[in-house]
């Protein structure tokens, strides 16, 4: 990549120099000062349509601002100017190149207007590019052999022991290890423990079984330790017979995201401490915590909002709650509100578990519209969805007469869309396309069985994975198989 640009933007720097990108970035993309923020709100919106919308673009030959698509470059293509500025993210684009473009300078002119934004508004700054130090340039010179990930390698690829009815805990294990953000966070050494004995600190655990799946081994691993701390952390979990991968997800992440907190909160008390001597109320505000408002790694990338509507059938009335989640659980049986129908693919699923209920006369709430108990229905959507959506279809049934297992085969797809399901399907900003990367599977009865799990190793490449036995896997395989957790990877990111 260019450190100074596209042979276009060259040409625009050396006529109109750099001035005027440093002076929009300052009030309109960084906003430095309280003027800059009130020149951005009164004058910052599309000149075609009017529009406050995230993604807007100023034009850098002229005063112009555009929404994103066809406003601002239909601008660029009838004034034949080249270059504009993203506004949500500082970015520079080259109309010509249908590119965005990075320049070195500029980007130095842009770090001083986030400083200078950080300073007025007291904040840390959000996001700093990475630089080596001269150390770290001598050692990365020093150590020119490292490790290059080839198509069709093992690396990442390890099998778990199964310790005696473990086969649970390595299905979920092998789904995270293969979770592309999480393996990001921890490959890049994110976690910073002020735990005083790391060997009990879950995290680290994780963090050291990162490492060890892309070391190059390719001997079985032992998850003993990690047992050992799922068992002292969820004390449900403990014991020797079989346990429910669901569940057992369910509590990896529980626990995880405890850890996370509570890491966050001594960071927090010993740098108030350190800072003011006094910071008492740290601890207090991190343990009341709710899920939802978190932002460590666990919620940032399994955590979603799901909202729900109920409407009072005299007055239509509607009382909204938001419930943050970390999976979705799907129904398979026959339910006699919508004609005894057994979905056959995870889109009737999602489709059934979206719609309208009638709650009926016996269960009659008080509205808080009309102030009186009336009939009213029920309806979930998805207000906004993680980037890792885990779905576990209910194949276990208990119920007061018998106790079963459903076998059903449910049709699931390796990409979909998930905007119908959204609460505000036209309204929704983002791109809610995802791709599946993980299946767990149990196979036998309600009360015997053993777990597997396909896993996406790398692009267009499968795995199976039982215990410590590794073997290739074709879609088609994935795709026939019975299927009870769904993990799904969002195709598209969108960053604050």
């Known amino acids: 990549m260019s450190e100074t640009g596209c042979r276009h933007y060259q040409s625009y720097v050396k006529e109109h120099s750099y001035d005027t990108f440093r002076v929009i970035d300052a009030y309109f993309a960084a906003c430095v000062n309280r003027d800059a923020r009130e020149r951005k709100a009164i004058h910052c919106n599309c000149f075609e349509c009017g529009s406050y919308g995230i993604q807007l673009y100023a034009c850098l030959h002229c005063i112009y601002f555009g929404c994103r698509g066809a406003h601002i470059t239909s601008h660029l293509r009838s004034k034949k100017h080249n270059v504009a500025l993203e506004l949500s993210h500082g970015t520079l684009y080259c109309y010509a190149c249908r590119d965005f473009i990075y320049d070195a300078r500029s980007r130095e002119y842009a770090l001083i207007n986030r400083k200078l934004e950080a300073k007025d508004l007291q904040k840390s700054i959000g996001w700093v590019p990475w630089v080596p130090t001269t150390k770290e340039t001598n050692l990365l010179l020093a150590n020119a052999r490292r490790r290059l990930v080839r198509p069709n390698q093992t690396i990442g690829l390890r099998g778990l022991l199964n310790l005696g009815a473990t086969c ?268 599946l990367y993980a299946v767990v599977n149990h196979v036998g009865t309600i009360d015997t069985g053993h777990y597997t799990a396909y896993v996406r190793h790398q692009k267009d490449t499968w795995v199976k994975c039982d215990d410590h036995v590794i073997t290739m896997a074709s879609l088609k395989q994935v795709l026939d198989s019975e299927g009870y957790l769904l993990f799904y990877h969002k195709n598209v990111l969108e960053y604050e």
Request: proline share 3%; charged share 20%; hydrophobic share 30%.
């Open 168 to 435: 649970f805990m390595n299905c979920i294990v092998q789904a995270l290890v293969h979770t592309p953000l999480l393996s990001d966070y921890f490959m890049s050494d994110r976690h910073d423990c002020g735990s005083k004995s790391s060997h009990k600190c879950l995290v680290c655990e994780v963090s050291r079984l990162f490492q060890e799946f892309y070391s190059g081994s390719r001997s079985p691993l032992s998850l003993h330790r990690l047992l050992h701390l799922i068992w002292n952390h969820a004390k449900h979990l403990a014991g020797y017979e079989q346990q429910d991968a669901h569940e057992f997800f369910i509590a990896t992440l529980d626990v995880l995201h405890r850890h996370c907190v509570k890491a966050k909160a001594e960071h927090d008390s010993k740098s108030n401490s350190s800072g003011s001597g006094s910071g008492t109320n740290s601890s207090n505000s991190s343990s009341s915590h709710c899920y939802g408002q978190c932002n460590c790694i666990i919620d940032q990338i399994f955590t979603g909002m799901l909202q729900s509507d109920v409407v009072c059938q005299a007055c239509n009335g509607v009382s909204t709650t938001y419930d943050p989640f970390w999976d979705i659980s799907l129904d398979l049986g026959e339910t006699t509100t919508h004609g005894g129908v057994t979905p056959k693919t995870l889109i009737d699923c999602l489709e059934r578990y979206t719609r309208a209920e009638h709650l009926g006369s016996a269960a009659k709430i008080k509205c808080s519209t009309c102030k009186s108990y009336q009939e009213s229905t029920k309806q979930f959507s998805l207000r906004t969805l993680p980037s890792v959506v885990s779905f576990h279809l209910k194949r276990f049934e208990h119920s007061a007469l018998i106790d079963r297992k459903i076998s059903s085969f449910i049709q699931f797809p390796v990409e979909f869309d998930m905007t119908p399901f959204m609460s505000e399907k036209k309204n929704a900003y983002g791109d809610f396309r995802f791709s």
